[in-house]
């Protein structure tokens, strides 16, 4: 049994396809998407198809929210901004029709803002450190960058977070970034996180699939 972690498709189907089909991935294993599955590349209606179709066939898959998907939902104009319009010509649709059929909606609007376990929390961007209970702090689980992975966050489990791209996988403490930028770099990258108590960040695998 493996957890795999993808995260930051962004509209890059072929690139995250043939990271997917690299891992042979069977129903043993447990996949955590951590969002922006959409936007900046040209098949993002291909990655929501894939998407919708794991989430039909698999149990107990995890699909987490990211800032573009919020977006969508909440910010138009924003979001268009921010790559939305690679997303609308995905769908063969334009600036006079943004009407996304409703079974994309549904599952955008099903997405989750973070994940704990026993070991890990998985968020699309971080939570806050400093004050109160994180949870309650969404904004950080979507938009959160250096005034999280530049603070200690006082917890023993491993937060998976994507969002802020680096060259490499980022480690600082207990904090592991694996958004090495699918569109940007063409350089995408999943987390291969091993079952057990005590977990150590040396233990966990990282796969990339690089394209053109």
Known sequence: ??????????????????LYDSLDITNKDQLIFLGDYIDRGKQSKEVLDFMIGLKE?????????GNHED?????????????????????GLDLNNIQIEER??????SLEYYQETENYIFVHAGIQPYYGDWR???????WAR????????????????????SKEVRIDDNKIGIDTGGFY???LTCAIL????????NEIEFKNMKGE
């Open 1 to 18: 049994m493996r957890q795999i972690v993808f995260t930051d498709i962004h509209g890059m189907f072929n690139l995250f396809k043939n």
């Open 57 to 65: 066939k698999r149990v107990g898959d995890i699909f987490l929210l």
């Open 71 to 91: 977006m969508l939902l909440n910010n138009k104009e924003l979001w268009l901004y921010n790559g939305g319009l690679a997303t609308i010509k995905s769908f």
């Open 104 to 109: 994309y909606l549904n599952f955008i609007n």
């Open 136 to 142: 309650k702090e969404k904004q950080w689980m979507l």
């Open 146 to 165: 250096e005034e999280f992975y530049n603070s200690k966050v006082e917890t023993k489990k491993i937060i998976i977070y994507g969002h802020t791209i």
């Open 185 to 187: 770099y063409k350089n």
């Open 194 to 201: 091993p079952y057990g108590d005590n977990t150590k960040i």
